[in-house]
């Protein structure tokens, strides 16, 4: 189903607004990184991708799943910030020198807010172990939760074999698109705690203060975390996010062979983000895009709707770019139909980019067909 979607889209910016850099390609620094993603979450676009469904190796990335599954916990009322564990000797001895870690020591008191601190800011390994066995009584069973969110994520080329993204002989993997999908989830199905724990600069523990590696966080404006990675193995790993007024960029960044070097690729790849392209404000919630056939019913049809605001993202140096966009939904759908259900999607194409898909959820409920109701629309479907 075509929607019409002239006077929806703003004109871009004319020459008198100055010179802006080209929307085409980023920077050629970029090109350092064997595999970069950047997503504007604010449309759904793709901006720029490199590999971006190539496998590799998160190395301490793969905390961000284990900060996700916390989250998870603690939204349930499964794990409770303020609650007391104690550290397992075997924990404390298996991972005591192995790579960044807090120390821990056997059976020594900590908070679970201690420890999702250490996994998220100081990027401990042994935090993050001693983490899933406080919540769920082993690391397997915390592994096995963390591949069942990737599953219902999407992350479809993506599998976790540790809590902590310590070398496995890569049974760990993802892809940089997967990564989006998780950013995506930590910040908008637990806004308050990613606040609280994701791109903070430093932690407080045993009278020191122990720095994040977080390459964005008090560095760059709007910046947020969210975690970065690095084995001999994988390189020099980066997920971030960016947040600046109304739009909010994730990118991804693997492979590259310093520290330094993500650094500088990330930073550049964000801020080509901003000045390259513009956000304008596009469909909102309760703007009505077209209907969908709905059987057994109370009635034909439903109308189609978006659960949050989209904008659309348009290069800044360009005019602007012909965009068409069609429902796409598998149906008939049959009653009972909840509002706000997710009942199919709005493929959009812009000129000159990757189409991509928003989410369209139903406008209002539709009952199941009582007796009028099928006598009616029974006739209904008689008519020409």
Do not use: C
């Not at 100055?18 to 950047?38: F, M, N």
């Not at 429902?327 to 812009?350: F, K, Q, T």
């Amino acid at each position: 189903m075509l929607i019409a979607l002239a006077g929806l889209l703003p004109v871009a910016a004319s020459d008198s607004d100055g010179p802006a850099p080209s929307a085409s390609q980023p920077p050629a620094v970029v090109g350092k990184a064997p595999v970069a993603l950047l997503v504007d979450l604010s449309s759904g676009q793709t901006l720029y991708a490199k590999n971006e469904d190539r496998r590799f190796l998160p190395a301490s990335v793969t905390k961000a799943m284990t900060t996700l599954v916390a989250f998870d916990l603690i939204a349930d009322g499964r794990l409770r910030e303020d609650s007391v564990v104690t550290v397992r000797p075997e924990t404390a001895a298996r991972w005591a020198g192995k790579g960044t870690t807090l120390n821990l020591r056997p059976n020594e008191a900590i908070t679970v807010r201690q420890l999702l601190q250490g996994t998220a800011t100081v990027s401990a390994n042994d935090a993050a172990v001693a983490l899933g066995e406080a919540a769920l009584g082993s690391a397997d069973a915390w592994i096995a939760v963390m591949n069942a969110r990737a599953r219902e994520l999407g992350m479809d080329s993506s599998h976790f074999s540790t809590p902590n993204g310590f070398p496995d002989r890569g049974a760990t993997y993802v892809t940089a698109r997967d990564l989006v999908k998780l950013a995506a989830a930590l910040i908008s199905d637990h806004p308050d705690l990613y606040r609280r724990y994701v791109g903070q600069q430093a932690m407080d523990w045993r009278g020191s203060r122990l720095a994040s590696h977080d390459p964005f966080a008090g560095i760059l404006p709007g910046a947020d975390g969210i975690k970065t990675g690095h084995t001999f193995e994988a390189g020099f790993n980066f997920l971030g996010a960016v947040q600046r007024a109304d739009r909010r960029l994730v990118l991804v960044v693997a492979g590259l062979r310093t520290e330094t070097d993500r650094a500088q690729v990330a930073k550049v790849l964000a801020e080509w983000g901003y000045d390259a392209w513009k956000g304008h404000r596009w469909i909102v919630p309760g703007m009505v895009l077209g209907q969908v056939q709905v059987q057994q019913g109370s009635a034909r049809s439903v109308p189609v709707t978006v659960a949050r605001p989209w904008m659309v993202t348009l290069p800044t140096s360009a005019a602007a770019p012909r965009l068409s966009a069609r429902i796409v939904y598998s149906g008939p759908l049959v009653a009972p139909i909840a509002s706000d259900a997710v009942i199919g999607r709005l493929e959009v194409h812009v000129e000159g980019q990757p189409a991509y898909s928003v989410p369209l959820v139903a406008a209002n409920a539709v009952d199941s067909a009582g007796p009028l109701d099928r006598m009616i629309n029974g006739l209904a479907g008689l008519m020409p």
